[in-house]
């Protein structure tokens, strides 16, 4: 197939890196898709992910973005206003984007094949403006989003913005989830958000972990694991799409591919939930198993801890926090 589909993970050039050779010409014939970590603004505030607009332009170019999944818990950080600004600005340069609630996915057809492109965010991401694809527990909404999909695309990749921030497994929510999507029709799955690239199963890309985020006071907590991320490049043969993928690793002043990526199968016996419990990094995290009880005791101490960890005053410490543990 010419000009393959690739897929890339968080991505926001707040600060520029140089960006390798070797990887610029890689991606220079490719149709690449990203999630936009950030917002467009006028000046760059490194207490927020704001991305002024030379910078904006530089990024899509140097790594020839061709779309942009909005449907994230940062694009509204800079208030409503930045983000008609944002959505404005990406309809002027004429970029497309996905990831709305009224445009939860795009078409886009490579050498005959169509391929629809279906994104949503988890609401225990801290993701909650109604603007947006959202998915909270049950997955109705993202069904019938497939199933119009199916009437007119050869194939389905999801790519949502889901997971645990910093955690190393996927949320046993998520194994639901997806087994739900593969299911409902999906061919391949690809995740972002938790910056971290986890173990993955089968179709079922949990994280890809971050292309680019900038040092500032937003990402200054990140593990130096989170440095790193893959490419994944969906590769054809006859009904099904094999799975190819390559590493990329960066610094606050590059990018570059990794020959390497530390990447690994998802492998555990017999009760996820169970593995789940004793080796996953956050233990302070509510865990979701589909069951009633979700929405009576976890979701609403989910939704607390959200709100009590967004008061400024908390914010203003965990980060001090974090930097020293770091």
């Given at each position: ?9 968080d991505?926001n ?6 960006v390798?050779?070797k990887?610029?010409?890689?991606l220079?014939?490719?149709v ?5 970590e950030?917002?467009l603004?006028?000046?760059t505030?490194?207490?927020t ?9 530089h990024?899509?170019?140097v ?5 942009l999944?909005i ?9 409503l206003?930045?983000?008609?600004h944002?959505?404005k600005?990406?309809?002027?340069l004429e970029?497309?984007?996905?990831g709305?609630?009224e445009?939860p996915?795009?078409i886009?057809?490579?050498g005959g094949?169509?391929f629809?492109?279906?994104?949503f965010?988890?609401r225990?991401?801290?993701?909650k403006?109604?603007?947006?694809n959202i998915?909270?527990l ?6 019938k989003?497939i199933k119009?999909?199916?009437k007119?695309?050869d194939y ?6 889901w ?5 190393t497994l ?5 194994i ?5 999507l593969?299911k ?5 799955i ?8 986890q173990?993955?199963?089968g179709k079922?890309?949990?994280s890809?972990?971050?292309t680019?985020?900038?040092e500032n006071?937003?990402?200054?907590y990140?593990?130096k694991?989170a440095n ?7 590769k054809i043969?006859g009904k099904n ?7 990329i690793k960066?610094s ?6 990794d020959?390497?990526p530390?990447v690994?199968l998802?492998e ?8 789940f419990?004793?080796?996953r990094?956050k233990?302070m995290?509510?865990i ?8 009576f005791f976890a979701?609403?101490y989910?939704l607390?801890l959200?709100?009590?960890v967004?008061?400024?005053p908390i914010m203003?410490l965990?980060r001090?926090?974090?930097?020293r543990?770091k």
């Amino acid at each position: 197939m010419n000009n393959p589909l690739v897929f890339l993970g968080d991505v926001n050039f707040q600060t520029v890196p140089k960006v390798e050779d070797k990887l610029a010409k890689y991606l220079s014939d490719k149709v690449v898709v990203a999630n936009f970590e950030g917002y467009l603004s006028e000046t760059t505030d490194p207490s927020t992910l704001g991305i002024t607009m030379e910078n904006f332009l530089h990024m899509v170019k140097v790594l020839n973005i061709k779309y942009l999944n909005i449907a994230n818990n940062h694009v509204f950080d800079g208030g409503l206003e930045c983000f008609k600004h944002t959505i404005k600005a990406l309809h002027n340069l004429e970029i497309e984007f996905f990831g709305l609630k009224e445009k939860p996915f795009i078409i886009v057809e490579i050498g005959g094949l169509k391929f629809g492109i279906l994104s949503f965010a988890w609401r225990m991401t801290g993701t909650k403006n109604k603007a947006l694809n959202i998915c909270i527990l049950r997955l109705s909404k993202i069904k019938k989003q497939i199933k119009e999909l199916k009437k007119t695309v050869d194939y389905i990749i999801i790519y949502p913005h889901w997971g645990i921030d910093m955690e190393t497994l996927p949320h046993p929510w998520q194994i639901l989830a997806a087994q739900q999507l593969l299911k409902l029709g999906a061919d391949l799955i690809i995740g972002h958000h938790p910056h971290m690239i986890q173990p993955f199963q089968g179709k079922v890309f949990y994280s890809i972990g971050n292309t680019y985020l900038p040092e500032n006071e937003v990402t200054r907590y990140q593990k130096k694991t989170a440095n790193a991320g893959l490419i994944v490049v969906p590769k054809i043969n006859g009904k099904n799409i094999e799975i190819e993928f390559k590493g990329i690793k960066f610094s606050n002043e590059q990018i570059y591919l990794d020959d390497n990526p530390n990447v690994k199968l998802l492998e555990y016996s017999g009760d996820y939930v169970k593995f789940f419990k004793r080796y996953r990094a956050k233990k302070m995290i509510p865990i979701f198993t589909g069951k009633v009880q979700d929405y009576f005791f976890a979701l609403p101490y989910l939704l607390l801890l959200e709100k009590i960890v967004h008061l400024k005053p908390i914010m203003k410490l965990l980060r001090k926090r974090r930097k020293r543990n770091k």
